[in-house]
């Protein structure tokens, strides 16, 4: 797995999560297990199915948040600067219209709320731009061009 970045807030969620998973989940799991074992017949018990489906899932997921956690960099909320990178806020111009977004690692990107990707072709387009410059990017819509007003 490659190199993901987190702020240091997504990072100790993931801990507090994973943790949870790891202590309290395994341990749901683990007594609902049992509980449908007594039922007997385990081929045409659908309690056992779902716990043992249930455990898989978590299981899946401890596995998936262990390796980002592995693979985590921390990075700081970035202010200022001349140049983007992940973790700064930038301010740019399409034509007549300006936008904000924060360069975030994928794991955290939220499109939705200005927060893109350092992976995506916009945040991959804006790392280590300047103001002023302007970015051309190709979408299957045609060619867009930002203007980098301000890194904040």
Not at 14 to 19: M, N
């Amino acid at each position: 797995m490659q190199k993901q970045y987190l702020s240091q807030e997504s990072f100790e969620a993931i801990k507090k999560e994973l943790d949870g998973l790891k202590t309290t989940k395994r341990a749901e799991i683990a007594q609902r297990l049992k509980i449908a074992k007594e039922y007997g017949d385990l081929s045409e018990n659908s309690e056992y199915s779902e716990a043992r489906e249930e455990q898989a899932n978590v299981e899946g997921r401890i596995f998936e948040l262990e390796e980002l956690v592995k693979n985590v960099e921390i990075v700081a909320k970035q202010t200022g600067g001349d140049t983007v990178h992940v973790g700064t806020t930038i301010v740019v111009k399409k034509g007549d219209k300006t936008a904000t977004y924060t360069i975030v690692g994928s794991y955290e990107a939220k499109p939705e709320e200005g927060k893109i990707s350092d992976e995506s072709p916009l945040g991959k387009a804006f790392l280590k731009r300047k103001v002023g410059d302007e970015v051309k990017i190709t979408t299957p819509a045609g060619t867009m061009t930002y203007e980098i007003l301000k890194i904040e």
